[in-house]
Every structure is written in C-alpha cells, then in structure tokens.
C-alpha cells in the first residue's frame, strides 16, 4: 500500500541517517505510526508498540527499531553496487515486481556530496538502460500485465519497470525557499541530467519512473513549485 511505503521509507531513512537521535527518531516512529499495522512485520510492531509506553526508556526503544528496521532492511533493500544487487533486481521483475533505487541517509553538507548523488543517480540509470538482461525481463513481465489486464491508471506500455526516488535537496546545498531562484537554478541544472537519462531509457522501451519525495514540511511547498 502506498500510505505505509512512504512511512516505512521515512523510517528506514531515519535509521539510516546517522544525525537522527533515538528521540527523534521515536518522534518520528509515533508521528507516521499511532498504533500497530497487521501489514508489518512482528518485530516492527513490537517497537512501534512499546514506543507509545510511557516508562520504556528511549534508547531501549530506539535499539529495538533500528533492529528491526535493518532486519527488514536485508530482505526488502537489495544491495548497494549494482553488481552486487542485479541478481535480486532480475529475481522481482521476473515476479512482476518493480524495485526502487533510492541514496538512503542522503543529506549533504557539500556540493562535491551533490555533484557525487547526482552522478550516483545518473551510473544507476546507464546500468540499467544497459542491461540486456533487464531489458528483455522487462519487456517480458509487461505482456503479462498486459495478459492478466492487471488494474492501472497507466497503459501497460508506459508502465515503469523500475523507479528511482531521489530529494531535491540531495542534489545541491542550495535548496531553500528563501533564496527561490537560485535554488531552482541549482536544482534544475542537476535535475535536468537526471530527466535526459530517463527520456534516454524510455526510447530504449525501458520505462524508469522519478519519485520526487517531499521532504521536511518546510520544503513541501517549495518541492511542489
């Protein structure tokens, strides 16, 4: 379900981000989960469960979900080096499963940080337009959607095989709402790159989807401009 992969995201990028300290990544946790969801694993709920008690102390609390959140994590994120996940990437889209490729504990401090995520983004998409292999099980697994009439509020041929979900502010230090235009000046030169290779991978018949995640609520607007 869309609602509970954008909270799980959230949280595992939490975990991942070695500045969040156990209060707030508690905060957190309880901001997108005021209660348990039979749609997650026992061992997350346990956490999510005892962070609503009171007299648990945090950093208990805060080992039990980033426990659990890097257990799940080696079963739901696939790997680092694309030699090292491709394998796995093959296995789900032979599934008719579509992976996202995601920089986790992605926020910068420099622009050569920015110049080195948007590279990261840009060598991703040439492995993936390059891959026979995908090529061919992509191709594949969209007549079977095709066959099985499979609901969607896209046609079968524009449906992305795979996505990459990225924040704008991980792709340069300039991105504040209080200096707008040379933000999106910043923003779009790197962004633009990204676009090109996307535009690229649907001529090849490779359609890879961009998830813009909103971020921190006082960048939401600012995203959406």
Not at 82 to 102: E, M
Not at 111 to 126: F, K, P, R, S
Not at 178 to 197: N, T, W
Request: glycine fraction near 4%; proline fraction near 4%; aromatic fraction near 8%.
């Amino acid at each position: 379900a869309p609602d509970l992969l954008e909270k799980v995201i959230a949280v595992t990028k939490a975990v991942a981000d070695q500045r969040v300290t156990d209060r707030q990544l508690l905060a957190m946790v309880k901001t997108h989960f005021s209660k348990t969801d039979s749609r997650l694993p026992w061992y997350l709920n346990v956490g999510i469960g005892l962070s609503h008690v009171a007299f648990v102390p945090s950093e208990i609390l805060a080992g039990i979900l980033r426990a659990g959140v890097k257990f799940m994590s080696q079963r739901f994120i696939i790997g680092e080096a694309y030699t090292t996940f491709r394998p796995r990437l093959l296995s789900q889209a032979k599934q008719n499963r579509r992976v996202i490729g995601d920089i986790l504990g992605e926020a910068i401090v420099s622009d050569e940080q920015g110049v080195a995520v948007t590279q990261a983004y840009l060598n991703l998409l040439d492995r993936l337009i390059a891959d026979v292999a995908f090529r061919q099980v992509s191709t594949h697994t969209r007549e079977r959607r095709r066959e099985k009439f499979i609901a969607t509020p896209f046609p079968v041929a524009e449906q992305p095989d795979a996505q990459i979900a990225l924040k704008l502010s991980s792709l340069t230090t300039l991105f504040d709402p209080l200096e707008p235009e040379a933000s999106r000046q910043a923003v779009k030169a790197r962004l633009r790159l990204i676009l090109d290779k996307l535009v690229l991978a649907k001529e090849k018949n490779i359609p890879i989807g961009l998830t813009i995640d909103l971020e921190e609520f006082r960048l939401r607007d600012f995203t959406y401009e």
